[in-house]
């Protein structure tokens, strides 16, 4: 069973991934680098590794972009024994007005949710611990009355079946993908109402079939998929904030209608995160 938590604080909903984004939790990479190899793209990049000074320029002018785009961003406190905090999408998800705070999948990351469940109490938000086996947030994805919810190596279908007891008016769909891809995040991502990002090559065929029967589907490419392309960030009004390199993903999203907001965050995705992966949103406008 979840721990509830009923805070006073009302300012959090979240009932998409792309209404606009107006409050969100982030943390600096202050202490990022690659320490245990827990993904494809880390294993690419760790003799290289993590350029600190960099890696928190990149991060200040994602916050700033955030910020001229009118979204209050949060901090975290930035801790040394957690090398993967900036990846702050995976230690809770918003659904509705309430944040589900991770059980996290790594003992690299394990520690991590107790930071943000601080924050949470300290701010008195509506907070739900869960208590199952683990899930991270970078799994989660939300869409109207539907929470997608990647079945991987950081997330088990024990703890989903417990997430649809604690929403029973809202249709969970469990998505088994290649777990070599760390989060279904990395390989999926809703875009609006109709278009979504996938790497299909994550899926077997009849998930992808799932998936692609209920979205336009821009497909992302291998080399695009390695630099994260389908990880972008919807801040809502069909603004999106991308990578730079990503060209065809930016191409598409503009040939849609997107406004493409590129930023460059090259120095972070080495350790196989991007824009989502970098964001917790706490209050999204609702969709109508």
């Not at 692609?212 to 630099?227: D, H, L, M, R, W």
Request: aromatic share 8%.
């Amino acid at each position: 069973m979840a721990t509830v938590i009923k805070g006073e604080y009302k300012h959090v909903n979240c009932d998409s991934e792309y209404g606009t984004l107006k409050k969100v939790i982030v943390c600096e990479p202050r202490y990022m680098k690659i320490d245990e190899i827990i993904n494809e793209t880390q294993r690419h990049f760790a003799k290289d590794n993590i350029n600190m000074k960099r890696a928190m320029k990149q991060h200040q002018h994602f916050v700033d972009t955030m910020r001229a785009n009118g979204v209050d961003v949060y901090k975290l406190p930035a801790m040394e024994k957690f090398p993967e905090q900036v990846f702050t999408r995976d230690i809770g998800f918003t659904i509705g007005e309430t944040v589900f705070v991770s059980r996290m999948g790594s003992n690299i990351r394990d520690g991590e949710e107790k930071v943000l469940r601080n924050w949470l109490l300290e701010h008195q938000i509506n907070l739900s611990l869960i208590e199952g086996d683990r899930i991270e947030g970078g799994d989660v994805i939300v869409h109207g009355d539907t929470v997608y919810i990647g079945v991987s190596g950081r997330t088990s279908e024990e703890t989903i079946q417990e997430l649809q007891s604690q929403l029973p008016h809202m249709n969970v769909v469990a998505v088994p993908f290649d777990p070599i891809y760390l989060h279904l995040d990395c390989v999926f991502n809703i875009l609006s109402e109709e278009d979504a990002l996938i790497y299909k090559h994550a899926f077997e065929e009849k998930d992808y079939q799932m998936l692609a029967s209920k979205f336009n589907v821009i497909e992302v490419e291998k080399e695009e998929q390695f630099t994260m392309g389908t990880n972008v960030l919807s801040i809502g009004n069909k603004k999106v904030l991308s990578l730079p390199v990503n060209k065809n993903v930016n191409a598409a999203l503009r040939e849609r209608g997107y406004e493409v907001l590129e930023v460059d965050i090259s120095e972070i995705i080495k350790s196989g995160g991007s824009f989502r992966c970098c964001s917790m949103p706490l209050y999204r406008e609702e969709m109508h």
